[in-house]
């Protein structure tokens, strides 16, 4: 079969789609009744799409079409959400629909995650997270949470040239010790999977104490999410390898992601070990690190989309996109591109800074819109807001 990551995602309409149908609002009423605080209605111009690839059907939803040689801005949600629950939120906030205009947008669910997907037959093989990777289409900037940000992860180190930037949320670059599995396996053994899975999402603070947000959660889990097919993903999951990367000159032959990085993290979040760790892996010239406040959860159907929407449009500035954007707190005027320096600085009192070295990275396309004055600078921080 055609790989994905050997053509363009101009040539995706040359791509074999054996199901299209556009999203229509109301369309999955039944399915989502009750799950009206997470899964908004889409624009009618998002479409579906299933998309063989070597390792199975890769269900996509798409909206826009090329922008001249633009990678497209590509989500991966977390174990136990798909891309409803994780990101429609965060893509339908105004703001973000301005960024996005400039961009093809293709949201990616898990095989087997997406509303109202069919259970998978008896003895299904579920894809390694490396398989998972390799099934992306090329050339993107990519949004990941939990799993979805270890899969983009593996897939920027795999096809290192087809990544042009990645916002990895909640990431955990290791794999689990034999203590860690087995613990993961008495737990599957006292508790319902829905259950199971809000331990990774949420810190037992969370899960305590903001039992409303967890109740809904628990309800879309169980409710939305086919419970077989997300038993095999959080299996898959659960036996992944380290993603064995190091800070540039640790180790000889350092294997690292050359792209541009912002890790995200909630203070608190059961993830935030490994985010900090995956911090220190990182190259510091090419990385910035993004700490909220009071949030034991980063997802961002769960924060407000205002913060991780300016974080995203400096990221993107950074790289060379989008020279001007609206700001409607400046009356509609323009606003600059900045460095991530300039963001932290105007939404925290306190930012401790774990090094600032300016540095550049060859684009690898033509930018459709001047960017001429934009240079790179990225920093490793790590910012409270």
């Known amino acids: 079969g055609l790989l994905l990551h050997d053509v363009t995602m101009a040539g995706l309409q040359e791509l074999r789609f054996p199901e299209e149908k556009p999203l229509l609002r109301g369309q999955d009423a039944a399915e989502l009744e009750n799950s009206d605080t997470f899964l908004l209605a889409v624009d009618t111009d998002w479409k579906e799409h299933d998309i ?33 629950l994780c990101f429609n939120t965060f893509f339908n906030f105004e703001d973000m629909q301005e960024i996005t205009k400039h961009f093809v947008v293709c949201h990616v669910d898990a095989p087997g995650q997406q509303v109202g997907a069919s259970q998978f037959p008896q003895g299904y093989q579920f894809p390694s997270m490396e398989q998972l990777a390799a099934m992306l289409p090329c050339y993107v900037i990519g949004i990941g949470v939990g799993a979805g940000a270890y899969v983009l992860a593996k897939f920027a180190l795999i096809f290192p040239d087809l990544v042009e930037g ?103 979040a059961p993830a935030e070990d490994g985010v900090v760790e995956c911090n220190s892996k990182l190259d510091p010239t090419t990385t910035t690190f993004l700490k909220a ?67 550049s990275r060859p684009q690898a396309c033509t930018h459709s819109e001047s960017s001429e004055g934009l240079g790179q600078v990225n920093h490793t921080m790590e910012v409270s807001c």
């Open 52 to 84: 063989e690839t070597p390792y199975g059907l890769l269900h996509v939803v798409i909206r826009g079409s090329p922008k001249g040689n633009r990678p497209a801005i590509l989500t991966y949600h977390d174990v136990g959400l798909n891309h409803k």
């Open 166 to 268: 990645l916002v990895l949320m909640n990431i955990d670059p290791n794999g689990k010790g034999w203590i860690d599995w087995a613990a993961t396996k008495l737990s599957g053994l006292t508790s319902t999977l829905p259950d199971t899975v809000l331990s990774h999402l949420f810190s037992q603070e969370e899960l305590v104490n903001n039992t409303e947000l967890v109740q809904s959660y628990r309800q879309q889990i169980g409710n939305v999410v086919n419970q077989a097919n997300l038993q095999l993903f959080w299996n898959m999951y659960n036996s992944r390898r380290d993603l064995d990367i190091n800070r540039p000159g640790t180790v000889p032959n350092a294997k690292t992601l050359r792209c541009p990085v912002m890790l995200v993290v909630g203070d608190n």
């Open 293 to 359: 406040a009071n949030q034991s959860m980063y997802c961002p159907s769960v924060l407000q989309p205002g913060k991780l929407t300016e974080a995203f449009k400096y990221f993107l500035q950074g790289m060379g996109y989008i020279a001007y954007l609206k700001d409607r707190r400046l009356s509609g005027g323009a606003v600059p591109s900045a460095s991530m320096t300039r963001l932290a600085r105007s939404r925290t009192a306190s930012l401790t800074s774990a090094g600032s070295v300016e540095g």
